[in-house]
């Protein structure tokens, strides 16, 4: 299993911006596709970003399109969320994963403490 750590959360207003990051140990992500996810109080994890092996391709939850951009650095194992125009709706904690090649699911980490971001209106 990878092992992976999400780290850049915090308290930030509406139409505010955040940069979150996703930092693997022990080994490289360079072999995965990698994804965000998030959890809202009282609902279920969903998805909200996905980048492929190299970086190529990317796809987003509809809810963020044109507002989140995800990223890597293979070089530093870290995968980011840049969050933009953040909403209310955006708070929740995010989790990252990783997909391994094959793989339908982002099941590669098991699921770590995640970030929380909340957004003030």
């Known amino acids: 299993q990878v092992q992976l750590v999400e780290s850049g959360g915090g308290l930030v207003q509406a139409g505010g911006s955040l940069r979150l990051s996703c930092a693997a140990s022990e080994r490289t992500i360079s072999n995965y596709a990698m994804g965000w996810f998030r959890q809202a109080p009282g609902k279920e994890r969903e998805f909200v970003a996905a980048i492929s092996w190299g970086g190529g391709t990317t796809a987003y939850a509809d809810s963020v399109k044109g507002r989140f951009t995800i990223s890597r650095d293979d070089a530093k194992n870290t995968v980011y969320l840049q969050m933009n125009s953040l909403k209310p709706e955006d708070t929740a904690v995010y989790y990252c994963?990783?997909?391994?090649?094959?793989?339908?699911?982002?099941?590669?980490?098991?699921w770590g403490q995640g970030t929380q971001v909340t957004v003030s209106s």
């Open positions: 994963n990783a997909k391994r090649l094959g793989s339908t699911s982002f099941d590669a980490a098991d």
